[in-house]
């Protein structure tokens, strides 16, 4: 009898959740009607440029097409697929409500560029560099929180990160007068152990003292932002030449760097965003395809059962908040010497609380992770896109779009976001 509830109860849900779908498919056709159609004009055009300059990827021509006919095909097919999902819905409703949510930024794009152009490679391509650093520190966070660690110190990590990158790499290329190539790299050995230290510094307080995760790591906040911006007040601000480490030069992927989009967005970046596309794929597949992360997952899901079973809890958590310190070290380093080329005080500008959301959004995978920060990043390059375009938005209110959906996730509607069930719990050893 109590399984046919548990069955009955799971189908209730599931109806109620393919309803919800359903209505937020007919609500976005609705608002695209509304918001974008209603606003254009028969004769407007917009013009998407898909070849960047000084691309070495495949010429192709701008897509250009009338704005008002492109408007209400996004309303019909929204309309569409949500009428679809009322009536049988979707095995895979996520993937429809990623569907709706690109149609919804098409739409918005034409709207935004009718009767001018619109660089939509330039827009991805900025989008994506604004989200490495986001997902760098939403990987910090991942690897972390697997072994049940909560690392809120993201944000000093990264500041000292950069930091350390610039001052070091600064010595080496201005004062040694090393190659521009070697003196980068020598900043941003000295970025990773910065965050290794304040890493191994979390997790002594996390794991050996057992004080409080939240409070340690907004100690580790204050810690490097304070003395970022002390040193910075002291050194960088009246030795000009220790503030140049330079950045890291983009090159190109052979053959990848031609496909059209594609190519110029992923593959003619400088080696901090490669250097994060593998760091996804290694840091995905240590969790899920090895021993190691086999024994993290386990630590962070039940650690008594994996003590039980002979796995050295504090070792691992010990190991783990270390490499994840080095990645928020890692993010840091991108601020500088993969984007601005100087240190500027509190310049992380809250990405580590953002890594964290996008960490959240994710559902603690690597992979998803990236792909909420990508988000975050195309909302940040959006507003700058918009002020060119001279749309009547204020920019505040594209930069409250991601976070939006990001309380619509925790909320439920796209699915549970569900944390390693030991996470935050100090482990007391018996």
């Not at 009898?1 to 959740?17: Q, T, Y």
């Not at 049988?88 to 429809?96: D, K, M, T, V």
């Not at 911006?229 to 009246?238: G, V, W």
């Not at 958590?317 to 080329?341: D, H, P, Q």
């Amino acid at each position: 009898m109590s399984e046919e509830l548990v069955s009955v109860s799971a189908r209730g849900k599931s109806s109620r959740r393919s309803i919800t779908f359903g209505l937020i498919f007919l609500g976005a056709g609705i608002l695209i009607f509304l918001l974008f159609a209603r606003g254009a004009t028969q004769g407007q055009s917009t013009t998407f440029v898909l070849m960047p300059r000084e691309s070495q990827s495949l010429a192709v021509p701008d897509v250009a097409f009338p704005s008002l006919t492109a408007l209400y095909a996004f309303v019909l097919l929204s309309v569409f697929i949500g009428g679809w999902q009322l009536a049988r819905g979707f095995r895979r409703a996520n993937l429809a409500l990623g569907a709706v949510a690109v149609l919804f930024v098409l739409a918005f794009l034409t709207w935004a560029a009718r009767d001018k152009s619109l660089n939509l490679t330039g827009l991805l391509s900025s989008a994506l560099l604004r989200a490495v650093p986001i997902a760098l520190a939403a990987l910090s966070g991942v690897i972390c929180e697997r072994c049940a660690v909560i690392n809120i110190g993201i944000e000093g990590m990264m500041l000292t990160g950069a930091f350390t990158a610039t001052l070091m790499g600064s010595v080496a290329a201005n004062i040694w007068e090393w190659p521009s190539a070697a003196a980068q790299v020598f900043g941003l050995v000295f970025a990773l152990a910065a965050g290794a230290l304040l890493g191994l510094l979390l997790a002594v307080l996390a794991v050996r003292f057992k004080i409080d995760q939240i409070i340690a790591g907004t100690a580790i906040n204050i810690l490097g932002t304070g003395i970022t911006s002390f040193l910075s007040a002291r050194i960088l601000a009246e030795f000009g030449q220790l503030n140049n480490p330079g950045i890291f030069p983009r090159f190109s992927i052979p053959l990848l760097s031609k496909i059209p989009v594609i190519g110029p967005v992923f593959f003619e970046q400088n080696v901090l965003v490669y250097l994060l596309f593998v760091l996804m794929a290694v840091i995905h597949i240590v969790l899920f395809f090895t021993r190691w992360g086999l024994r993290t997952r386990a630590v962070g899901e039940h650690p008594r059962a994996a003590d039980t079973l002979g796995i050295d809890v504090f070792k691992n958590r010990y190991i783990n908040v270390t490499i994840g310190g080095m990645v928020g070290g890692l993010g840091g380093a991108f601020l500088t010497l993969g984007s601005v080329g100087r240190f500027d005080e509190l310049m992380t500008a809250g990405k580590g609380f953002i890594g964290l959301a996008a960490m959240i959004f994710g559902n603690w995978m690597p992979f998803g992770a990236f792909g909420a920060a990508l988000i975050f990043g195309f909302a940040d390059a959006l507003q700058t896109k918009l002020a060119i375009l001279k749309v009547p938005i204020p920019s505040q209110f594209m930069l409250m779009a991601p976070y939006l959906v990001t309380m619509i996730v925790l909320a439920g509607v796209v699915g549970k976001a569900a944390p390693p069930a030991a996470d935050g719990q100090p482990y007391e050893k018996q």
